[in-house]
């Protein structure tokens, strides 16, 4: 039998001109930073509203917001650039990397009085056994894809894939350099979040394009952990 882990509750999602999302997404912003380096800035928001609005501890930025159902795209859309001009700097062209982005939450827990730490992992070694402790506390799990290495400019990407009704599984996206967030996980696939779309992702080619093309410190996780 296959073990699934999941999030508990839904996850996060916006209304997009009448379509509900599966997380943010970048693209969608009026913050020309934001759509073009700011998948971080986008994880980062969707595991703090996720944090507040499934588990209650009245953050005062998220006021307003509808605790079921699709966020309002603008409403979504001011909530990205104030946090990211106030926790999740952008370097241009460059986006945010995981230590400037464990900073900004950490910083966010720390304004709001949030009962969470944060940090950020470097070693792979006990990569799945971290992503399914934080799913089985219903903690949603940022992780990096790292950008190719040495050869920081190459072309080498890992598939994202589409369910099928059948079962199957079909490559219809790739990324490097970019944050998405595992909301549920098997022995073999990632359920993630990226670009407002639902993805899955083979543990195996991950682990592989880690180790091959890109680096496993940058192609690691934010491991978020409640405070006693």
């Known amino acids: 039998m296959i073990h699934i882990l999941s999030l508990q509750h839904p996850y996060i999602s916006v209304d997009v001109h009448g379509r509900a999302s599966y997380g943010g997404g970048q693209q969608y912003s009026p913050d020309p930073m934001v759509r073009r380096c700011g998948c971080g800035v986008i994880a980062a928001a969707d595991l703090l509203l996720y944090l507040a609005l499934r588990h209650g501890p009245g953050v005062s930025s ?76 219903d903690i949603p799990v940022i992780l990096s894809v790292g950008p190719n290495f040495p050869a920081i400019w190459g072309k080498k990407v890992v598939r994202f894939y589409k369910k099928t ?43 592989g394009y880690a180790r091959g093309e890109s680096l496993p410190p940058a192609s690691n996780i934010l491991l978020v952990e409640r405070r006693a």
């Not at 900004?104 to 992503?131: I, K, N």
């Not at 599984?169 to 990632?190: C, N, Q, R, S």
Request: net charge neutral; glycine share 8%; proline share 7%.
């Open 62 to 137: 998220f006021d307003g917001l509808p605790e079921d159902g699709p966020i309002p795209l603008s409403d979504y859309n001011d909530l990205i650039l104030r946090l990211h001009r106030r926790y999740f700097p952008v370097i241009p062209f460059a986006g945010i990397n995981g230590p400037m982005l464990m900073a900004g939450v950490l910083r966010f827990f720390h304004d709001h009085q949030m009962p969470f730490s944060a940090r950020w992992c470097f070693s792979q070694q006990r990569l799945w056994e971290r992503m399914e402790s934080r799913l089985g506390q």
């Open 165 to 207: 009704a059948a079962g199957t599984y079909i490559p219809t996206a790739g990324a490097k350099a970019h944050f998405i967030t595992v909301t549920g996980m098997d022995e073999d696939w990632l359920r993630i979040s990226s670009w407002g779309r639902l993805y899955y992702l083979s543990r195996t080619e991950f682990i």
